[in-house]
């Protein structure tokens, strides 16, 4: 052995590496909201994407890849989907709005063991024209939402 390896000692920093700290989950981007939305309303409607993409006059794959947020729908596009859902453009705004307050809420709570809202489903069914009073609308944490033109 040389001398040069028998003189070298470990090296100890004088003041502790930081700590990492555990990053937050992303911000929802709003196409990934959206298209939850549409799939989850399709879902509970036990309908095929096929039958939702011809009743809205979309192709297969692209309401396909709007629902898995992939794309960013048109406003035109969306609508089409909803009304082929039997919903209105504002049911589905106002369902997607409530899981980002959800997520927010979620994102500003301090991590604690116990029930979530994630994954919370509720169905819109529109009995009238957007706005009629006897139209259902999701009720969640800030209560019932009422859209009107």
Same mark, same amino acid.
């Given at each position: 052995? +040389?001398?040069?390896?028998?003189?070298?000692?470990?090296?100890?920093?004088?003041?502790?590496?930081?700590? %990492?700290?555990?990053?937050?989950? /992303?911000?929802?981007?709003?196409?990934?909201? %959206? !298209?939850?939305?549409?799939?989850?309303?399709?879902?509970?409607?036990? /309908?095929?994407?096929?039958?939702?993409?011809?009743?809205? /006059?979309?192709?297969?794959?692209?309401?396909?890849?709007?629902?898995?947020?992939?794309?960013? #729908?048109? +406003?035109?596009?969306?609508?089409?989907?909803?009304?082929?859902?039997?919903?209105?453009?504002?049911?589905?705004?106002?369902?997607?709005?409530?899981?980002?307050? +959800?997520?927010?809420?979620?994102?500003?709570?301090?991590? +604690?063991? !116990?029930?979530?809202?994630? !994954?919370?489903? /509720?169905?819109?069914?529109?009995?009238?024209? #957007?706005?009629? %009073?006897?139209?259902?609308?999701?009720?969640?944490?800030? !209560?019932?939402?009422?859209?009107?033109?």
């Amino acid at each position: 052995m +040389s001398i040069r390896v028998t003189n070298q000692a470990d090296v100890i920093p004088l003041r502790p590496l930081p700590a %990492v700290a555990p990053a937050l989950p /992303r911000e929802p981007l709003w196409r990934d909201l %959206v !298209g939850e939305v549409l799939r989850r309303e399709r879902q509970a409607q036990g /309908r095929t994407l096929k039958d939702v993409a011809e009743a809205a /006059r979309i192709s297969m794959p692209y309401l396909s890849e709007v629902e898995r947020g992939l794309k960013e #729908a048109s +406003s035109e596009v969306l609508a089409a989907a909803a009304q082929a859902l039997g919903l209105n453009l504002a049911d589905v705004l106002a369902l997607a709005g409530e899981r980002l307050v +959800s997520l927010a809420a979620a994102r500003s709570r301090p991590r +604690s063991p !116990g029930p979530s809202a994630v !994954g919370v489903h /509720r169905t819109v069914r529109s009995t009238g024209p #957007a706005g009629s %009073v006897g139209a259902m609308r999701p009720s969640g944490p800030m !209560g019932g939402v009422l859209l009107a033109a």
